[in-house]
């Protein structure tokens, strides 16, 4: 079975993973994409032994999340869970600057992988490499923005949509709009709307999963 969950705020995507296996009483349970424990929104699990080997699909599925942006303030982990390391001035700014900046990321780029990841480095994970304060060259990766919008400003905070391949860190997209408007920043909300097919409209919560799965059974 393959099912997409609406995870809450403050889980890891194995938390996830570790609740359905209770759920379901299944050993072979895994996801199709990590989602960071700050954001909430589709996650894609995979139940069984045929449906975990189909979780690659979701891997390398386009996604599409929407983002707030603090700006003016930077963390080592460039989302809310991390430690402020530096403040910076807010340079005036408008809708008019934030679309042409939003331009600039449209099409094939380049991004930088944040320091705080999982991806691997000689064997180690990247952020294994910043708890232990060891510099570390950091991979760059060749991702797709499909779509980049502004859905409200208000104050400091600047609030986007994006569409985009695998492989695309939304928190270092931010921080890199926050650069480019001459200051710094961190996510401070991450929702992930859409998992390929799945959206946020298809998916279910724990509590339904549960009553699907007894009704499957009996």
Known sequence: MIIAINKPIGLTSYDVVKKIKKITNQKK????GTLDPFA???????????STKKLNTFLNSNKEYIATLLLGIETDTLDKDGKTIRTLDVPEYNKKDIKKIFLTFKGSIEQLTPLYSARKVSGMKLYEYARNNIQVER???KINIYDLSLISIKNKLLKFKVSCSKGT???QLGYDISKKLGSTGHLV????????????????TFLELKEKWIASTT
């Open 29 to 32: 349970v895994g996801h199709g």
């Open 40 to 50: 909430d929104g589709v996650l894609i699990i995979g139940i069984g032994r045929e």
């Open 139 to 141: 991979p760059i990766n």
């Open 169 to 171: 860190y939304i928190r």
């Open 189 to 204: 909300e991450l929702t992930r709307t859409k998992v390929g097919n799945f959206s946020i409209e298809n998916c279910i």
